[in-house]
């Protein structure tokens, strides 16, 4: 999945990215994410404090969607940027977002 | 400072009911006796140990040879004569079934820095070092842990590490200094060192694996130790190794520590998603080999080692 498809998902991108999406991963304990999350994945959680790119850009994960309407720090914006990993924003929870991305064939 | 031997003799009570096959390394990196010096020195070299038992045929234990008796060797021309020419002939075993406590005093009374442990047709099963027996008293005092994949899968596999002869290695360094006060900076570190393996073409898999394992140790650093800390990572072709070190607070104790889902992070960084407990456990996941050497005070030093695995190129 193309990551600007999570738009057409009603998902509200923050800034954009690199890459392609094969995986789905929901979490917001950064050491679970850390230990379990597969490259090229995009990310459900309502962490949005710039060590989340840190996380990402070790483990591979493409997207990050925040959920619950939660807003990204601006420095978390300017990392992601730099580490070209994709944000997201909605005002689903992360169960709510994961269905829409799970109907699309993401595991 | 006290010498090994005095530390040996303090803690030996500890092990009471430890015996020798419950620390030795097994299988045993061994020599024939019909070799030469020189393969013996190749093997000494490319494992990284410092002495050889001789086996026979058989596989039985015929005497044991050091790097002193190499040293000798070469300093006499005699690399290509055989190992047997050199190697101590009357050599001092122990048996799997032995105490700890017995092992202790044999360490004592005879000086040597390993002894190899026979079975009843004397063939070599194992081999106790006083670095072993180091390593077991300090676990056993929950001060260090040691993890060590290798030794099920690695050694004793032919292929294990075997270094062209006559190449010589570059070790190449990575350095980076961890910045406590700042926690946004936490992982910048590993992300570092992930781009520094890239450009020299590490595979992406294996990369992985090292940042993952590096981020951990360095996160903990920030969020735990309330000290500066350091990451070191040397590479070779086939081989990373990572050292990350605070001067800190320190683990109490380690066994409990790797526990998952053990934390003590304070309540502010769990708030930004860190405190699941899962750190050390991951670390341990990633490496091949790790040793935590931590106690209240004394700050914390792991030490992690990445062979690339086969289905990592
Ligand atoms: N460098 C360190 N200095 C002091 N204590 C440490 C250090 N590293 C680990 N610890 C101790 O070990 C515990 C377990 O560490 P671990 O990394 O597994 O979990 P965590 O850091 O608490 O949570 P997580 O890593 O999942 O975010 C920590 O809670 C802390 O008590
Ligand atoms: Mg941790």
């Known amino acids: 999945m193309k990551i600007e498809e999570l738009k057409d998902l009603g998902f509200e991108m923050v800034s954009d990215g690199d890459g392609e999406i094969d995986h789905g991963y929901a979490c917001d304990l950064l050491s ?47 990392r992601a940027k730099k580490e070209k990993i994709a944000l997201f924003k909605t005002a689903l929870n992360t169960f709510e977002a994961c269905g829409k991305i799970y109907q699309k064939g993401i595991r | 400072m006290e010498s090994v031997d005095d530390l040996i003799r303090k803690i030996q009570p500890y092990f ?61 021309n005699m690399l290509n004569s055989n190992v047997s020419e050199i190697m101590t002939k009357n050599v001092v075993c122990l048996t799997k079934d032995e105490k700890i406590m017995d092992a202790f005093k044999k ?13 009843e047709n004397k063939n070599v099963i194992g081999i106790v070092t006083k670095y072993d027996l180091m390593i077991a008293l300090l676990a056993k005092l929950s001060v260090l842990y040691v993890h060590d994949a290798r030794r099920e899968q ?11 002869k006559n190449v010589k290695i570059v070790r190449e360094e990575f350095e980076f200094q961890i910045d406590y006060k700042d926690i946004s900076m936490a992982g910048t570190g590993a992300s570092e060192l992930k781009k520094f393996l890239i450009s020299k073409n590490f595979p992406p898999k294996f990369v992985k694996r090292v940042a993952i394992a590096t ?31 605070d001067n800190g607070k320190g683990i109490e104790n380690i066994d409990l520590a790797m526990k998952e889902g053990f934390s003590t992070a304070p309540d502010y960084v769990r708030e930004y998603g860190f405190g699941a407990g899962m750190g050390l ?33």
């Open chain 2, 107 to 119: 360490f004592e009374m005879y000086g040597y820095g390993r002894f190899p442990v026979v079975d």
């Open chain 2, 215 to 245: 981020y951990e140790a360095e996160t903990n650093v920030v969020i735990h130790s309330n000290s500066t800390g350091r990451i070191k990572a040397y590479i070779e072709p086939e081989f990373v190794e990572v050292r990350v070190n």
């Open chain 2, 154 to 164: 690695f050694v004793g596999v032919e292929i294990y590490r075997s270094i062209p």
């Open chain 1, 32 to 78: 679970e994410v850390m230990g379990k999350a597969k490259p090229d994945t995009v990310w459900l959680t309502v962490q949005s404090h710039i060590n989340i790119i840190a996380v990402a850009a070790i483990t591979g994960i493409r997207a990050i969607i925040l959920c619950n309407d939660h807003k990204f720090d601006e420095e978390t914006i300017q």
């Open chain 2, 16 to 76: 009471s009911e430890l015996s020798v096959g419950d620390l030795m390394s097994s299988p045993v990196v061994t020599v024939r006796e019909d070799q030469r010096i020189n393969e013996a020195k190749e093997l000494l070299r490319t494992r990284r140990i410092s002495g050889l038992p001789v086996i026979d045929d058989g596989g039985r234990l015929k005497g044991i040879i050091s790097i002193e008796d190499i040293i000798h060797a070469l300093e006499n």
């Open chain 2, 281 to 313: 456990a991951n670390m341990k996941r990633c490496a091949d080999r790790m040793v935590i050497l931590s106690s209240k005070g004394n700050g914390v030093f792991v030490e992690m080692h990445f062979w690339r695995h086969e289905d990592e190129n």
